[in-house]
């Protein structure tokens, strides 16, 4: 992965929306659209992810609800998200303990690659 591809970091915590936003990161990840970086090491201030999240390259965030933690580790360390995407925002509810339905899958990849070609857009019109 080039050291110039965003990062991006998501939740992972117990409902069907968080599993849907790590598995999506996951997805660009081995799509090699993103490098997916460890949000609990950034929150926990393990420096080496910390460094890396404040290397001032761009950086996603993926959050299942409206706690959107993983974006609130990243403001902890004073890095700024964009895009930042809250699933549950998209009209997804949250269910505890479930696994995420493929329609919300469907939804959640649509929106999530359509805010990504925008970014791309805006990142390639800024150099």
Do not use: H, W
Not at 35 to 62: F, T, W
Request: glycine letters at 8%; charged letters at 25%.
């Amino acid at each position: 992965m080039k050291s110039s591809s965003p990062l991006i970091y998501s939740c992972s915590g117990c409902s069907n929306v968080a599993q849907l936003a790590n598995d999506l990161a996951l997805d660009l990840d081995q799509n090699e659209l993103a490098e997916m970086s460890c949000i609990v090491g950034v929150g926990g201030g393990v420096a080496p992810l910390v460094r890396l999240a404040r290397s001032g390259r761009p950086v996603i965030v993926l959050d299942g609800c409206s706690l959107q933690c993983s974006k609130m580790c990243l403001d902890k360390v004073g890095v700024k998200p964009a895009p930042a995407m809250t699933f549950n925002k998209l009209g997804l509810r949250k269910r505890k303990g479930e696994k995420y339905l493929a329609e919300e899958y469907d939804v959640a990849k649509n929106e999530l690659m359509q805010a990504y070609r925008e970014f791309i857009s805006n990142t390639n019109d800024s150099k």
